[in-house]
């Protein structure tokens, strides 16, 4: 961490902000250039000390040196994180493609969604039970119902379950039934539910928030991992800018930067990422070439009759065509699906 | 709700549509121009109507015409609403300033804090027991113990208290302690915190979520409005932007547009609106000019130890002297602080 | 266009709007709901209408129904733009690579630049003899002795050049030695230059606006298209969005997205849109795989001894790795490098 | 400049970093921490090091100490920069209104605003004769003619005039009839425009561009500073943002934060900053209470003829009445109209 004087800053001055620093139990080092003192601060970062610094009137602003994320981030583990779940592994040259509806809506629209999925190949059923609406007007999920179809279909069909959880208190509830627990883009910063999920031994989805920042995403992994439970995957799926005609806009760029930053496998979902089904194969193809270690899709058997997310939903017959298409890119990029 | 054809839409491709709309429960009216058919479709507005539309491929998109909130919206509501606290009114012709600490770090900064807030001349003391904090390796708060800091204070000042509560869980806690309920940015949209939120009947200080649009604000709003709760207060405490200087970028004209679109109060929180104690007297008067019905200030007894938001919190005697400046400004708008 | 009136509105109110719009030459179309009257309104969009609609104070908003792009639109032109120049297409099966430095330095970097390009097997040069600065204190490129340069360089190498424009006035001397004219981002708007830029017969790369919507950009090249210049060029470059570690937020999105609006091909810039040379490699599989027809990226014979834009160059050598992977890539979306 | 080399870097790395920064006349200053070694430059900010040393791969970043902004900023010029047009003061203790219509549409519509804006007691009238529009079939501006209408209203009102200049070719045009010239937003970065501006001895009004920071508004200006133009106001107009009911965000907090930056004036154009006139009064105020040395404001005689911007423009009743309101929240802020 770097602390700038004020320009024209005294020797008192600076004299008091580096007694203050070694009185925290930081190293400091001087540096005197033509227009500011900038003091080189040696030791553990912290956010309190930085604040500390930033609220003394003597100081002009604190850069931070190192990034914030110890166990998230690379640096300390250089080696990519590969989860293995059954058969399958995430992170490795294996692409996985978890798709099925938004929500669950009843047993038969379920099933009918698993066999979509399985036909055309993929091994990972999404579908929620839970579900977070902005109207309270709106459907909002069949709740423990919905686990138990999931249940259901998981043992008929033999494909693995990624579902959401909402909150800390139905975690134990849901990861029951789940192969991988996802936690939703309004819920990145629930702090609560993170902590319970460090506590778990299972895979979690971390999406990204709607206005969250590489960084903040990352520091929201690190409340997972330092809990214990290192098997975080990340997802991206869009995030909120000017742009009206699509829901989101799909930062595809998130995906070899976290690559870069840290070790965590990362999907990409081109469905919430745009919200029209019409630019999901495109998205889906780019995301796999972007390197991304697999996608998520909404696919319904009828996108028309759905009770939420319709227009971004691709249909069982589109899903399969989709699906042998990505063959070739992943193949592109010395991946597999 | 309008229903606009693609363009060259046949006539059985128009039936098709109004015949699904008609099986919906709608009443329908067709309207031909040069390049479309556009369908006026009469009835209650419903998300999911609206989604099962725009997945219709003859479709080209769905436009509302009323807007999605109803209890917090104006329309069937033109009276503000004003919430009476003992002898505190919000809503009303009467300025609100709810000050104090970010986080209550111990006894003695809650008291300091406090007697400085009453000094001022203000009435209701915020601190946090519960804090959501981005990294995981930050303060997270005194939690249950803070909150009992906090009722030996009201005890103690007879000032009225806010504090943050970030679960449903812990509803009844915080209830016990506070006369405000506060719903942080990043908990703006935890839907089972907001339906908790309806069943009590204590005011919530609903603040806006760091990219929410003001329409997913106020629909937040009517979570728990549709409760039965009806007192709640809206605050804007900036929005996420591009702009790296300050902190958030703090939306003022949220305040008369919320005035025009809702009956609710609606308050501004300059100090996480721009992150800069230096900006937060210019900041506090725009918001008392532009019709707030109060402000939120962080005050710190010295913000260069605080453990959270040091850098945005003022002094007890720069707070003293802005709330003696803010009189004038709430003057010249026909208010009264 | 469509004419929402105020909840409300009486019939003598809904008659004053019909009649203003009957006499602006508009055929009307009532549709009456249960909250609010809806006015179709028949004829042509224009902006000028419905702004007088909106500030009439009867009138709640107005809705617009048809695209306001006619020619960029596919509506009236569904078969695919394709450019010739000389052997090379634009917007057909053959995929197009624009390389070379950001500036043109001096005759010796251009020409090593130039050759790093062709070697690598692409065939058009990019460099910028016009270079727009945010400071007045940096370089602020070669102008006319650039242009002077890349002539020179097109007869040694037989490159097709590529180059920015910054004024009308310096069309002409740039389109003589360029084969695609350039329009940089911050001239998007540049409204004088696309008008000039209408009225001549050469290619047009048009890049996005940092904060231009896809539907402003398009409107851009209406500008181009209506002066008669039916040969535009549309660069998604990357916006502006709240990521910090990012120069930008690159938006694929707009890829697949503008094909379907527009008739024009469309190809992307990675090295702006990321400005870290270590994501260009990714970002440009993502673009093939995205539909792009063709790549602009950063060359630079020594990107650390660069006057512009050094971190987000390639050096020859990763820029010919990076060509030979990119054929894998296009391959397996049915395109052709 | 501080420059960040990566984790782990070997001694050798360092002194190749060292060494090519001496060489290039700078001195430097080595502090190494736990992870990082840093090396503090010594000597002018230059962007051209910077981005050299960032294009070195034993380089993870380089930082920033300085402001980029030298004659803009307040470290070199602390005293408050005042303008005097006439009897006019910009940037002392009175409030300054530039009023009138978006676009100058005939002889009589101008003449009319004229008449409302002196007669409100507004001394500056703003009116456009050419005019940047989004789309190429909107009614583009007079013009020449747009010109000399306004310079006869200046002889018949002895009001002060304000208009936009669109490129550096019509830079004597409008000087010619001109009290102030305006740079619009679209045209915060055309270069060649601010220095042609920065050659002229007449105050600048130079808006913020719409996705503008406020560093780069300040480099901006900077242009026309460093052309010996000192006269330059700052008006800030509204950024974009994600939010779609207001047409533009208005950033007020950049008035108080361009006042520590800056010695230069700034003044906030409500009009466009919202896009609706009933928000209008609201922001104005609060533009002042934040500290603004003046307004823009759209006036119209006839908002519902108007041929531009029209929904966010007052009547001449309204304006009146807003001026009279705004007096008593100068006053509160210890400024005058």
Redesign the interface.
Known sequence: M?V?MN?GATEAEVKKITDKLKSMGYGV?L?T????T?I?????R???AA??M???PEVEKV?F??R?FKLAGR?FHPEDTVIKIGDVTIGGPEINIMAGPCAIENEEQLLQAAKAVKDAGARILRAGAFK?????????GLEQQGLEYLNDVRKRTGLLIITEV????TVDQVAECADIIQVGA??M????LL?ELGKIRKPVLLKRG??A????WL?AA??IL?GGNYEVILCERG????????RN?????A???VK?LSHLPIIVDPSH??G????V???S???????ADGLMIEVHPN?????????Q?LTPEQFKTLVK?LK??A???GKLI
């Open positions: 770097i700038v320009p080092h540096s250039g033509e227009n500011r900038v080189g601060v040696i030791g553990q912290r956010e309190e604040q500390a930033e609220a003394m850069v040196i190192t914030p640096e977070p609406r902005t109207s309270p007007y709106s459907f909002q909402m909150d800390q208190f309004r819920n910063q629930n702090y609560y902590r709607l206005s920042t590489i960084e903040e520091m690190e409340y330092s995030i909120r800018t000017f742009e009206p005609y699509t806009t799909l930062d595809l760029s995906v070899p930067l870069q990422g745009t029209i089904s019409g630019l194969p495109a998205m193809k780019a995301a796999l070439a972007a390197g996108p028309q009759e759905a009770l939420s997310d319709g227009p939903s298409e070739g890119v193949l592109s990029v």
